[in-house]
Nanobody, 122 residues
Framework: VQLQASGGGLVQAGGSRRLSCGAS????????MGWFRQAPGKEREFVAA???????YYADSVKGRFTISRDNNKNTVYLQMNSLKPEDTAVYYC?????????????????WGQGTQVTVSS
């Protein structure tokens, strides 16, 4: 089972970026999927998650700016990031739960991708 995150890069403050996370090895149609991020010297933190029936949930810090979505036909989850701020700079990880409901804890997710760097310049 592999999760492959992509779409990271350098973006100016106020700009947008879309991250993608493709899954291979099995379908995650019935699983909740999430995005987390980790900035240098900080713990990994929850960003957004989507349930198996596509109900989204967001951290307060990104609410109104980020949108999570999923395409079960493509076994892919997306994170559209708008109005980016320098404090959004981090390595972004996608993850999948064993269950279908949204959770925010790192320990609640069984499968992890390798991470993609997002750097927001001021």
């Amino acid at each position: 089972v592999q999760l492959q995150a992509s779409g990271g890069g350098l973006v100016q403050a106020g700009g947008s970026r879309r991250l993608s996370c493709g899954a291979s090895g099995r379908t995650f149609m019935g699983n909740a999927m999430g995005w987390f991020r980790q900035a240098p010297g900080k713990e990994r933190e929850f960003v957004a998650a989507i349930s198996w029936v596509s109900t989204p949930y967001y951290a307060d810090s990104v609410k109104g700016r980020f949108t999570i979505s999923r395409d079960n036909n493509k076994n892919t989850v997306y994170l559209q990031m708008n109005s980016l701020k320098p404090e959004d700079t981090a390595v972004y990880y996608c993850a999948a739960r064993s269950g279908g409901t949204v959770r925010t804890g790192v320990d609640e997710y069984a499968y992890w991708g390798q991470g993609t760097q997002v750097t927001v310049s001021s």
